[in-house]
């Protein structure tokens, strides 16, 4: 049922009995109202109206984030419609866009026919721009910072309706707050971009040893733009890639085997197979690797293609964000744990990134070089496999070097731990309660990570 919001100018309606829920299906709410706005005033008159009610107000972009930052049982607002094009300009390589647009329609739209591209991406791209910010969602690249030091300036709606744009000039320290903010500070209606020339990708990719890499990690890491590597739990290989910029022509034949039915089933059903008897994890996980991986690989393709890879299907995931020079020690005694633990499902891959320090206030890479291993227990099927022990495990080592949570997957950290683990962390508390006083962007999950006193309570 849709419930009209009226104002002099304009009309809105909200949805009543729409649920939302994220793409691994691991988070779901169900909203008051559900709206979709598309035009600045309707979004304006959606926060009029929580207003008077006293509404709690959540905005959301494509869904994708694995925990419940995005839930609400307020006013929802979806911003996947408010997704147009503002400004492009070639001469700067700059664009300017409503937040809500898909990061694959900007670049293959938009970016792309104009000869430009962005600097570096994550692993998906069907995410909408402003979630991608909200969250500081990275990609990989020492010399590059997480996605959001991409950004040159931000316009976002307050809570009390009134329009506001921050940048590198103007609004310095709400800049540095919006780059990262969980959608705490306002509604982002739009987002300018500082891109590059559209360029292609050489990646090459190949298989060794976690010893290997890690006793000559600084010379991979420097040997490549964007250089990664993944580890296939429960055994001691890895896939090591570096992506660099290339003026040769596309060649690219890699994704043969992903891109079919069989290949996305035979893991699904393989990893399936496993829970029932858990202690062949391993043996899947090492035959996998021989079969798909045990042979170096090169392709080249745009960027886009290149930076991207599958996700296959819904998965539990975490993603710990520690300073580089630990990564060794970190990834050694996970192995360890691995090792004692066999029975454990931990599917593939243990994906370790690389990116440059910002000085973003809640950023993961706040202030040091940073490397980010991202775990994860898929559920083929969307059968539940226990992870409990796993990432209390792995959360374990990596809180003792300082680790911070990937602010869009789920944790179990609050505002108290947050604030020894960001320096400017009560500085962002103190902007957030300046630009939304009454709590309207609140949520479960906000509430948790921003506010001492709702532990207290
Ligand atoms: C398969 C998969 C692969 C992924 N790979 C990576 C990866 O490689 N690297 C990485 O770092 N992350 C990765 N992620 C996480 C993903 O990048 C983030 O969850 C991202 O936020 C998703 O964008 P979204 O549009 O779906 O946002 P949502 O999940 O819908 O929202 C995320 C947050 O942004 C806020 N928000 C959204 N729009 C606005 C707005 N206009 N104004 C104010 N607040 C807003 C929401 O309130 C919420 O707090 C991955 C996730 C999945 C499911």
């Known amino acids: 049922m849709k419930v009209s919001v009226n104002m002099a100018s304009c009309k809105i309606s909200g949805e009543q009995g729409r649920s939302f829920t994220n793409w691994a299906t691991t988070f779901t709410c169900k909203p008051e109202l559900y709206f979709e706005p598309t035009t600045t005033e309707e979004i304006i008159q959606i926060l009029k109206e929580a207003r008077r009610l006293s509404k709690r107000v959540k905005v959301c972009g494509y869904g994708h984030s694995p925990s419940d930052i995005a839930c609400t049982d307020g006013y929802m607002i979806d911003m996947r419609r408010f997704n147009q094009l503002?400004?492009?300009?070639?001469?700067?390589?700059?664009?300017?866009?409503?937040?809500?647009?898909?990061?694959?329609?900007?670049?293959?739209?938009?970016?792309?026919?104009?000869?430009?591209?962005?600097?570096?991406?994550?692993?998906?791209?069907?995410?909408?721009?402003?979630?991608?910010?909200?969250?500081?969602?990275?990609?990989?690249?020492?010399?590059?910072?997480?996605?959001?030091?991409?950004?040159l300036e931000i316009e976002l709606i307050t809570a009390a309706g009134k329009e506001v744009i921050c940048s590198h000039t103007e609004n310095t320290d709400l800049f540095r707050a919006a780059c990262c903010s969980l959608g705490a500070l306002g509604v982002i209606t739009a987002v300018t971009l500082q891109c590059e020339p559209a360029f292609k990708l050489h990646q090459r990719q190949w298989p060794g040893t976690l010893d290997e890499v890690l006793d000559n990690l600084d010379e991979h890491i420097a040997s490549s733009e964007h250089f990664k590597f993944s580890l296939m739990p429960h055994t001691e290989s890895v896939l090591m890639s570096r992506m660099d910029r290339t003026k040769e022509p596309v060649s690219d034949v890699s994704s043969w085997f992903w891109s079919t039915f069989v290949g996305y089933h035979c893991v699904q059903f393989a990893y399936w197979l496993s829970s029932f008897f858990p202690s062949t994890v391993g043996f899947i996980n090492r035959t996998l690797f021989y079969l798909l991986f045990s042979k170096p690989l090169e392709r080249i393709n745009i960027s886009r293609k290149v930076f991207n890879f599958d996700c296959f299907f819904p998965q539990y995931v975490t993603d710990w964000a520690i300073p580089r020079e630990h990564t060794a020690t970190v990834l050694r005694e996970l192995r360890a744990w691995l090792r004692e633990n066999p029975n454990q499902a931990a599917h593939f891959w243990i994906e370790v990134r690389f990116c440059r320090s910002d000085n973003i206030m809640i950023s993961p890479a706040y202030g040091r070089d940073t490397c980010f291993i991202n775990i994860l227990v898929y559920r083929p099927y969307g059968k539940f496999i226990p992870y409990a022990n796993y990432w209390a495990a792995y959360e374990n080592i990596v809180k003792r070097v300082g680790g911070r949570p990937h602010w869009a997957k789920a944790h179990k950290e609050t505002a108290k731990e947050f604030s020894h683990m960001y320096p400017e962390f009560n500085k962002f508390c103190e902007i957030r309660q300046k630009m939304d006083p009454q709590g309207m962007f609140l949520n479960a999950y906000l509430e948790r990570v921003l506010c001492m006193d709702s532990q207290q309570a």
Request: with cysteine.
């Open 86 to 151: 503002i400004d492009i300009n070639e001469k700067n390589c700059t664009v300017k866009v409503q937040s809500g647009c898909l990061l694959k329609d900007l670049i293959d739209d938009v970016l792309e026919p104009h000869g430009m591209a962005m600097q570096n991406i994550a692993a998906i791209s069907e995410v909408t721009i402003a979630g991608m910010i909200c969250t500081g969602t990275h990609g990989t690249g020492a010399n590059y910072g997480i996605i959001s030091t991409q950004v």
